[in-house]
């Protein structure tokens, strides 16, 4: 089975943020749609909204007055549910509720013909649980829209355990049609985006509350060293509290509060406090007119360095090598094992072990630990952290090194893994558990993460390019520092380290 034919006509339930930009863009790709919401008037409000938004896009130039025409005059808004009988396809958008949805599903079962195709953009509920009462489950399955549906290219095409692969692969190609980026899950709590990128929130907060470092420092480590479009603060901020936090406690009762997905307290008392973020004019950050936000912290020195020794191989960091000899530091290699040394200074990427444990095991005095970039050759900006009682003058001296390759430096507290580093190791985790579960495959584990929430890169070439075994050393070091299964390292991680493979394999 190939997309739907541009002539199939297709109906969205529910005119609210979703079901409205959902019927934009299969209207926009040619189909006739319907949109029905129980509440009277909504569903024309809706296309009077999609009519506004097409206008600004036209006088902006970026639309064509005749594809606006042509968009809202294929949009209908109809009253009663018996309108929606001929339909090839019916997206449901409604409120997220088990029973309601089912029921509107049951209700549509007695109205279109067999061969219509059901479809829901639940983001929590399980599509196996909402086609369980229906005459033909395999008919249904899930078409989650990430917001704003017209804008996100991402859409999981989830399966049931009921649903037919040949549906499944006919939304597939309709989304791939409709200019989207589709990929396949199956009905797991949170699909693929929201469980997986449950750590990049997580992980900052956790930091936060252990106070390694405050909030803008955090978010400046994500966006100029992880290669983020933005920090966890600020982005929670951006999506609300309230609904960031509430799919966090879904997805972590979903999976039995598997500790890996557990609330952070932080963010519940923004909630309790009504401090939802920009909508509500605060939440990490205010956002009261005029207010400005606080700078990233950052260190500095005046110590003077021409010359560092690069001992053996530094791995992904080898990118810090060139930009120092671009700026005439002089970089004598020699053999050893992995550290770059300046001065009485030793810089080493962090393996999840404190800077004062692995000073101490690995006998290295004056230790300052780096954290991961997602590109040391054109990071803006490093994570770093020392045991407490390192030399004061070492410190200058490494803080300047990273400064001559360009680099702003932010001192973290001597925590596991410093930012970026747990960040991507749990978030390569969590994709790779995803994996060993088969959710998704691999491609599309990490196009969603790229097209759904724009990752730099997917979780999963992004452990690959940094070395399983090195994710894996990194996990069991934080697994160890905390004494929490959080951070236990999946299975598939292991296996393929043992193997010698990688996760594209
Ligand atoms: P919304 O509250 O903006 O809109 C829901 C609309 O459905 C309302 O207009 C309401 O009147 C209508 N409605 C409720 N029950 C109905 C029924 N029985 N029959 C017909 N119409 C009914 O909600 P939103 O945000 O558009 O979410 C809709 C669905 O999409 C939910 O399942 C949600 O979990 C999911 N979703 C939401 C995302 C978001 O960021 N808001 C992202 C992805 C999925």
């Not at 968009?71 to 209908?76: K, N, P, Q, S, W």
């Not at 509720?97 to 059901?118: T, W, Y």
């Not at 207010?291 to 001992?311: D, K, L, M, Y």
């Amino acid at each position: 089975m190939t997309a739907l034919n541009t002539t199939a006509r297709i109906a969205v339930i529910g005119a609210g943020a979703m079901g409205a930009g959902i019927a934009q863009v299969a209207a926009q790709a040619g189909h006739p749609v319907l949109l029905l919401d129980n509440r009277p008037g909504a569903a024309a409000q809706a296309i009077e909204g999609i009519d506004r938004q097409l206008g600004k896009r036209v006088e902006n130039g970026k639309l064509s007055a005749q594809s606006r025409e042509a968009t809202i005059a294929r949009l209908h808004a109809v009253e009663a549910i018996d309108a929606l009988a001929d339909c090839e396809l019916i997206i449901e958008a409604i409120v997220e509720n088990l029973e309601v949805k089912r029921a509107l599903f049951r209700q549509l079962e007695g109205i279109c013909s067999p061969q219509c195709i059901l479809a829901s953009n639940t983001s929590s509920l399980s599509i196996t649980g909402i086609a369980a009462q229906l005459e033909h489950p395999q008919r249904l399955l899930g078409l989650h829209f990430f917001n704003p549906a017209p804008v996100m290219a991402l859409v999981e095409i989830v399966s049931g355990l009921a649903s037919d692969p040949v549906l499944a692969q006919c939304l597939y190609d309709t989304a791939k049609a409709w200019g989207k980026k589709p990929v396949h899950t199956r009905s797991t709590p949170g699909f693929i985006v929201n469980r997986v990128a449950r750590p990049f929130y997580a992980e900052s907060l956790r930091l936060l509350q252990e106070g390694a470092a405050d909030c803008p420092t955090l978010d400046a480590l994500m966006r100029e060293a992880g290669g983020f479009a933005m920090g966890a603060f600020e982005l929670t901020d951006l999506i609300g509290h309230d609904v960031n936090y509430a799919v966090t406690c879904s997805v972590f009762d979903a999976y039995y509060q598997d500790t890996r997905f557990q609330p952070s307290l932080i963010q519940k008392e923004l909630v309790d406090g009504g401090r939802l973020g920009r909508k509500s004019g605060q939440g990490f950050y205010t956002y009261a007119t005029g207010a400005e936000r606080p700078p990233a912290a950052e260190i500095s020195s005046a110590a003077s360095v021409e010359v560092c020794i690069a001992e053996g191989d530094l791995g992904i960091a080898k990118g810090l090598l060139g930009r120092l000899r671009e700026q005439g530091v002089e970089v004598i290699q020699r053999d050893g094992g992995g550290v770059l040394r300046v001065g009485d200074a030793v810089l080493a990427l962090s393996d999840g072990r404190m800077a004062c444990q692995r000073a101490r095991e690995d006998g290295l005095r004056n230790l300052i630990l780096l954290d991961l970039a997602f590109d040391y050759v054109s990071a803006k900006r490093i994570a770093i952290s020392h045991a407490a009682g390192i030399d004061p003058q070492a410190l200058e001296q490494g803080v300047a090194l990273l400064q001559r390759a360009g680099l702003k430096v932010s001192l973290l507290s001597d925590s596991p893994a410093l930012a970026v580093l747990r960040t991507v190791a749990m978030l390569a985790n969590e994709a790779a558990d995803a994996l060993l579960q088969g959710v998704a495959s691999a491609a599309d584990i990490d196009l969603a993460m790229r097209a759904g929430v724009n990752y730099p890169q997917g979780p999963l070439a992004w452990a690959d390019a940094v070395g399983l075994s090195h994710i894996v050393r990194t996990l069991d070091n934080l697994q160890a520092s905390y004494g929490e299964e959080r951070y236990r390292p999946s299975l598939l991680l292991r296996r393929r380290v043992a193997e010698g493979s990688t996760l594209h394999d």
